[in-house]
């Protein structure tokens, strides 16, 4: 995969609820709730984003950005997470950034990144995901996307790789596509992730999730319990469904 060290990389979508993706919302957290501590104290978490960078995730880029840039600042105000930003589009073009820990300045980093046509390369993902681990521990990878244009079995094999090292998959869908999604759902399960479906309305919701992941990432079980004692009204109810 290329290492981008120009200060470009990625962002992903966002969407709005309704009332029929409250039950996928609380799965998804209780989900995240029930993975082992990822970290041992004193080390820094290490979260890879993923992002989905093709032309048809234009409409809801910009959003995506804001989303991304709350995320990366609730993990920071958590403490001890790093974060690499891995984005695909254009022809074969899969880009990773650097591992960064400053939430403004991967904030910087997303604003620097357009959407181009192409194809999905989702095992590029889940491949650089297991090498990076195998250098340092990775404890999450979360990603963004709208399609899979790939063979769900060679999928499920880098899923099932990176699941026996332990990274889970917390796989957000943006759309209703039913192909995206039964092989979304197959790279959670096979990593132990999670898997959550959004609408383009349901940037508030996406944002809670987002944040949530982060925190789990940054400190473990724990950390995402304490995030709902200070999180928004909306974050508190979702939150408490994991009680």
């Not at 244009?149 to 990176?162: N, Y």
Request: proline content about 4%; glycine content about 10%; overall charge positive.
């Amino acid at each position: 995969m290329t290492k981008d060290r120009s200060g470009q990389s990625p962002v992903p979508s966002g969407g709005a609820g309704t009332p029929a993706a409250r039950p996928d919302i609380a799965a998804f957290l209780a989900r995240a709730r029930t993975l082992a501590p990822p970290t041992q104290p004193g080390c820094r978490g290490r979260l890879i984003f993923a992002l989905d960078a093709t032309m048809s995730r234009q409409p809801t880029w910009d959003t995506a950005c804001r989303l991304q840039s709350e995320m990366f600042r609730e993990a920071a105000a958590v403490g001890g997470l790093d974060v690499q930003l891995i984005y695909y589009r254009g022809f074969e073009e899969c880009r990773a950034s650097q591992w960064v820990s400053d939430g403004d300045r991967l904030a910087a980093l997303m604003a620097g990144i357009g959407c181009r046509g192409g194809h999905t390369q989702i095992g590029k993902v889940l491949a650089h995901a297991r090498r990076e681990t195998d250098k340092a521990k990775v404890q999450a990878l979360v990603f963004v996307g709208d399609a899979m244009e790939e063979m769900i079995d060679q999928l499920a094999a880098k899923a099932g790789e990176l699941g026996l090292k332990g990274v889970p998959a917390f796989m957000f869908q943006e759309g209703a596509d039913g192909t995206t999604e039964r092989a979304f759902r197959e790279i959670a399960r096979l990593t132990r992730g999670a898997y959550f479906r959004f609408d383009v309305g349901a940037a508030h919701q996406l944002s809670e999730l987002l944040r949530a992941a982060a925190v789990y990432a940054a400190g473990g079980t724990r950390a995402l319990a304490d995030h709902s004692a200070r999180a928004g009204i909306t974050s508190l109810k979702l939150l408490e469904q994991l009680k």
